[in-house]
C-alpha cells in the first residue's frame, strides 16, 4: 500500500482538461511544498513534471499544472494530447525516513 | 547534459550476491545526491534510499535498511546498489535518479533518472 493515494485510473479526451489527485497527511503533503508529479509512459524511465508542488523544469509545456490545499495535491493536464498517455505518480518530502514517499500511480488514458 | 546510465539486465539466483552501476556524467558527480527507487513490475515506485557522493552519507528507508547497500565510487562517478543474498521478491526494476538540489525540507525532488536496470531473480 502507497504512502500517498491517487485514483487508479482517469481517462479524457483530446483537448480536455483532466485532474489527478493525491492525498497524503499533514507529515507529508499537508505539512511541505515538496510535492512532485513524474509522467511513465509505458516502458520508460519516469521524467519529472512538476516540483515543489506547481513548478515545471524548463520543456514541460504550460499544459501542465500542479496545485495544493491542504493534505491533497492536484496535477491538471489541460489541452490533452494523445502523448500525454502515461502513468503519473506524484511524491512527497516526509521529514523522516523515508524522505520520500510515493502515490500509487494513476493511469492516463487519452480516448 | 547530465546523463545517468545504469548497467544491464541481470538474471540471478536466489541466495547470489549482486552490485548494479548508474554512472553520472554531464554534472560534477560529487556535488548532488543520488536515490535509488525500486519498481516491482506492474507496480508503483518506492524511494529505497540516498546517498551523497561527497561523502557517502547515506540513508536508507526502513523497508530496506539491512537489506541493500548503497555505495558510490567517486573516481569513477558511480552509484551503486548491491545485495549480498537475494530473494526471489527482489525481482524489479531499480532506477537511480539525482536530486538537483538535495532531499531536505527546502526541496526533495527527482530531476534526472537512469534507464533503469531490470534484476530478475529465480531458481
Known amino acids: 500500500q502507497s504512502a500517498l493515494t491517487q485514483p487508479p485510473s482517469v481517462s479524457g479526451s483530446p483537448g480536455q482538461s483532466v485532474t489527478i489527485s493525491c492525498t497524503g497527511t499533514?507529515?507529508?503533503?499537508?505539512?511541505?511544498?515538496?510535492v512532485s508529479w513524474y509522467q511513465q509512459p509505458p516502458g520508460t524511465a519516469p521524467k519529472l513534471m512538476i516540483y515543489e508542488v506547481n513548478s515545471r523544469p524548463s520543456g514541460v509545456p504550460d499544459r501542465f499544472s500542479g496545485s495544493k490545499s491542504g493534505n491533497t495535491a492536484s496535477l491538471t493536464i489541460s489541452g490533452l494530447q494523445a502523448e500525454d498517455e502515461a502513468v503519473y505518480y506524484c511524491?512527497?518530502?516526509?521529514?523522516?525516513?523515508?524522505?520520500?514517499?510515493f502515490g500509487g500511480g494513476t493511469k492516463l488514458t487519452v480516448l | 547534459e547530465v546523463q545517468l546510465v545504469q548497467s544491464g539486465a541481470e538474471v540471478k539466483k536466489p541466495g547470489e550476491s549482486l552490485k548494479i552501476s548508474c554512472k553520472g556524467s554531464?554534472?560534477?558527480?560529487?556535488?548532488?545526491?543520488i536515490t535509488w527507487v525500486r519498481q516491482v513490475p506492474g507496480k508503483g515506485l518506492e524511494w529505497m534510499g540516498i546517498?551523497?557522493?561527497?561523502?557517502?552519507?547515506?540513508r536508507y528507508s526502513p523497508s530496506f535498511q539491512g537489506q541493500v547497500t548503497i555505495s558510490v565510487d567517486r573516481s569513477t562517478s558511480t552509484a551503486y546498489l548491491g545485495w549480498s543474498s537475494l530473494k526471489a521478491s527482489d525481482t524489479a526494476m531499480y532506477y537511480c535518479?539525482?536530486?538537483?538540489?538535495?532531499?531536505?525540507?527546502?526541496?526533495?525532488?527527482?530531476?534526472?533518472w537512469g534507464q533503469g536496470t531490470l534484476v530478475t531473480v529465480s531458481s
Open positions: 546517498i551523497y557522493p561527497s561523502d557517502s552519507e547515506t
Open positions: 554531464g554534472y560534477i558527480f560529487s556535488n548532488y545526491w
Open positions: 535518479a539525482r536530486h538537483p538540489r538535495g532531499c531536505t525540507s527546502s526541496s526533495c525532488h527527482l530531476e534526472n
Open positions: 499533514s507529515s507529508d503533503v499537508g505539512y511541505y511544498n515538496r
Open positions: 511524491a512527497s518530502y516526509k521529514g523522516s525516513s523515508p524522505f520520500m514517499v
